[in-house]
């Protein structure tokens, strides 16, 4: 079986799942599994076309990680929001795009970048982001507790999705606004984990198997 053939079994297993959206309840969520992504207006293989795929390193933080996602209005906790601003702004060419880029996770970052930054307007952005983010995007989960493995088939998942030619953005995917080449080239709201190992036919069968029991 091709990469394109895994990648358009992928698809229909993931829009097969329960889909869940902002407000979601966190019962419906595993303490430690994969998310896939959904964005409005997505098509690829007849479906709805997955535009990120997920994970978390630390122990049962799988809700925490969605949270950091839709909710939590901070950049820095969520690569997948600052890349969502990045595109909202360099859309409009807004001149904060600049600001946006600062990092002010650590003590010694913020002190050196807050004395420039107008915390009322990134106050704004996070709210658009996360209006953005609650109105276009719905997802599903599948519970892996292994780590290793939940790794493993996170970017595996991604590298066939990202190395197939069938799964193309729309024209007016916020994606093609990003200012990072990768995320407009794959068309995935990613950078890492693009174009390497893809999942083969063992790893097609377990996920198979994972989807038929999230469906009983």
Avoid at 44 to 65: E, F, P, Y
């Amino acid at each position: 079986m091709t990469t394109i053939n895994h990648c358009e079994e992928l698809h229909r297993m993931m829009n097969y799942l329960k889909r869940l959206k902002f407000p979601f309840n966190t019962g419906d969520i595993p303490l430690n599994g994969i998310y896939i992504l959904f964005q409005k207006g997505e098509k690829a293989h007849g479906a709805d076309r997955i535009v990120r795929i997920g994970t978390h390193t630390g122990k049962d933080q799988l809700r925490s990680r969605l949270w950091q996602h839709f909710v939590n209005e901070n950049k820095d906790r969520s690569i997948f929001r600052k890349n969502i601003g990045r595109a909202l702004l360099n859309k409009d060419s807004n001149p904060f795009l600049k600001y946006w880029e600062m990092d002010l996770t650590t003590k010694e970052m913020r002190e050196k970048n807050m004395k420039d930054l107008d915390m009322e307007k990134q106050k704004l952005i996070e709210n658009k982001v996360t209006r953005y983010l609650q109105d276009n995007f719905s997802f599903v989960v599948l519970r892996i507790d292994d780590k290793s493995r939940r790794l493993e088939l996170e970017s595996k998942m991604i590298s066939t999705v990202s190395s197939c030619k069938d799964c193309k953005a729309s024209k007016d995917w916020l994606g093609n606004h990003s200012p990072k080449d990768k995320i407009k080239e794959s068309g995935l709201w990613l950078v890492n984990e693009l174009y390497k190992e893809p999942l083969d036919d063992k790893d097609m069968e377990f996920l198979k198997n994972m989807t038929k029991q999230e469906t009983i």
